[in-house]
């Protein structure tokens, strides 16, 4: 081990199966020997979602549906009984209503866009200030995002000013507890075959694209963003904070 995470404390929101990024990082913050608290959106997901918190022994299994009120405060309580403490915080939800996912940015709703920030960014937001108080020694907070963000990708379409927003929060988070020893990260992986990625249309054409483009021709694994976020964790990137970390085979330095 490079690295060790043992005896510390993470929470694991958005795994949905086992092509999950969310998943992906679960393992690789368990295999470096952190505790686990992990949700799943609700009583449908559940099934698919709780043998995988079993598989890695996760000691807090609990629905988080961040639309539905009280539901994010009955997680932070759980934690705060159980452990005390929270060493570090991984968000990797997102959502769109699909009519507005699909059509022009001009055109989306206000009621979509509202919903799509809401879900995607203010609730990362929410579980930034309630593990704040349990990161009692410093922390780590981690969100996923896209190049979609920086850059104009076909079919994107709205989620490019979502991610956008949720990079910008990001930083400004780092800067606001810095001073606590806090530090905050997005990563960034090239398009994965994940189940929230095939609500974008023609998702199959940007995959082969994106191989084509990258210098490496290989597109970024689950297991890829999960070492990154392990490391993040890491005592070794205590001094690393407000970045977006770019995890895609070189896709992104292609013009």
């Known amino acids: 081990m490079l690295f060790s995470l043992e005896g510390q404390k993470a929470l694991i929101v958005g795994i949905a199966n086992e092509h999950s990024i969310a998943w992906g990082c679960a393992k690789a913050l368990r295999e470096q020997g952190a505790d686990l608290a992990i949700t ?12 995988l918190a079993e598989e890695l ?15 994010l405060e009955a997680v932070f309580d759980e934690i705060t009984a159980r452990w ?13 209503p699909r009519d507005d996912l699909h059509g022009r940015v001009v055109d989306c709703s206000a009621e979509g866009f509202t919903m799509a920030m809401d879900v995607s960014v203010h609730s990362f937001l929410r579980m930034i200030r ?3 108080p349990l990161m009692h020694e410093g922390g780590t907070c981690l969100t996923v995002s896209f190049f979609g963000s920086v850059r104009v990708v076909k079919d994107y379409n709205m989620m490019g000013p979502v991610k956008a927003a949720l990079e910008s929060a990001v930083r400004y988070t780092a ?20 189940r929230a990625a095939s609500g974008i249309s023609h998702f199959d054409e940007m995959l082969n694209a994106a191989a084509a483009r990258a210098p490496m021709h290989v597109l970024a694994s689950i297991e890829d963003v999960g070492g990154m976020a392990a490391f993040l964790a890491s005592p070794q990137a205590r001094n690393l904070t407000g970045g977006v970390h770019e995890i895609d085979g070189g896709y992104s330095i292609i013009a």
Do not use: W
Request: aromatic share 4%.
């Open 175 to 194: 800067a606001e507890l810095g001073e606590k020893g806090i530090s905050v990260h997005a990563l960034s992986p090239g398009p994965l075959k994940t």
């Open 57 to 71: 022994g996760a000691e807090i299994i609990l629905p988080l549906d961040v639309s539905q009120p009280g539901q």
């Open 130 to 132: 309630q593990a704040e």
């Open 84 to 96: 005390g403490r929270l060493d570090t915080l991984l968000h990797s939800i997102a959502f769109a």
């Open 40 to 51: 799943y959106l609700n009583a449908k997901a559940e099934p698919h979602v709780r043998p």
